[in-house]
């Protein structure tokens, strides 16, 4: 099952079309997409009688992220071995580092993006993972039940506020506005042959970056979500930014930033494309 964020209101995509879920259901469920995910399960089974007769075309640039107001936001780092490397840190050990993103740089799939004056803006490509349940104290082996689904998204890095001392702005630096989108849509996992393995990449003006399998993640989504939730409950919506693979700008020789007029676009098998466009404030 695809689910989306249609200009503000929740969708089922079939085929090549939409259906609206407000309209669709008679006002069992809502417009709003976020509030969809407090009654997942219910949702997946009037989903499922839906017909395909029913979806009309859509506008791919009206697609917003389809977890539009989290009530939090994860972004796990170090999480592939490589890219440690390439950062120079350690590889973790016993859990990733985890930071945020603050909702306010969400953002959906097809955007234009402002250049902070005087940063250096980097791309990561991640695989995004939604909750579909409450979390706490779940075991890695329980975990896959608690996501509502899969997405492709990007962790766009400002570099300079990022790495300002004395401490790492980690948040701060990957949180101006449009360096979170994800999407295009959400996809459940019983749509993968092995939801731990999908390819990931992404490209700037065609130029592959990045190119990786979550199968080489250090933690899985499912020890992700196990170790996140031994500290503090996941809620039904919350989105997690699962880590980047090798090939960021800031761990090339000479280094590469996005510069005015670049095209990233990002993709993950099975689920989709993102597309950003950016531009100098």
């Not at 101006?176 to 996809?187: I, M, S």
């Not at 503090?232 to 997690?240: A, F, N, S, W, Y």
Request: net charge negative; charged share 20%.
């Amino acid at each position: 099952m695809r689910f989306a964020n249609v200009s503000g209101r929740a969708a089922l995509l079939i085929g090549d079309g939409a259906v609206d879920v407000e309209k669709a259901s008679d006002g069992r469920f809502g417009a709003d997409p976020q509030a969809v995910y407090e009654v997942w399960d219910e949702f997946r089974t009037w989903a499922a009688g839906v017909a395909a007769e029913e979806a009309i075309p859509f506008d791919a640039g009206s697609l917003e992220a389809p977890a539009p107001t989290p009530a939090q936001v994860f972004a796990i780092g170090l999480n592939y071995s490589d890219h440690a490397a390439e950062s120079d840190f350690e590889v973790p050990s016993q859990f990733p580092p985890v930071f945020t993103k603050f909702r306010t740089s969400l953002a959906g799939a097809r955007t234009t993006v402002e250049l902070p004056p005087g940063g250096k803006v980097d791309w990561e490509v991640e695989l995004v993972a939604v909750l579909g349940r409450r979390a706490h104290r779940v075991s890695a082996d329980e975990a896959w039940s608690c996501v509502a689904g899969l997405a492709v998204g990007q962790d766009i890095s400002e570099r300079v506020s990022q790495l300002a001392g004395p401490a790492p702005q980690f948040s701060l630096g990957k949180s101006f506005p449009g360096f979170a989108p994800f999407g295009p849509w959400l996809v459940t996992v019983d749509e993968f042959d092995d939801p731990d393995d999908i390819e990931i990449g992404c490209s700037v003006d065609g130029e592959v970056l990045q190119h990786g399998r979550t199968s080489d993640l250090l933690f899985s989504v499912p020890r992700l979500i196990e170790g996140l939730s031994r500290v503090t409950p996941l809620l039904p919506g919350d989105v997690i930014f699962t880590g980047t693979p090798s090939g960021v700008g800031l761990g090339r020789e000479p280094q590469r930033f996005l510069q005015p007029g670049d095209e990233l676009v990002s993709f993950a098998r099975g689920i989709g494309e993102l597309r950003q466009r950016f531009v100098q404030a």
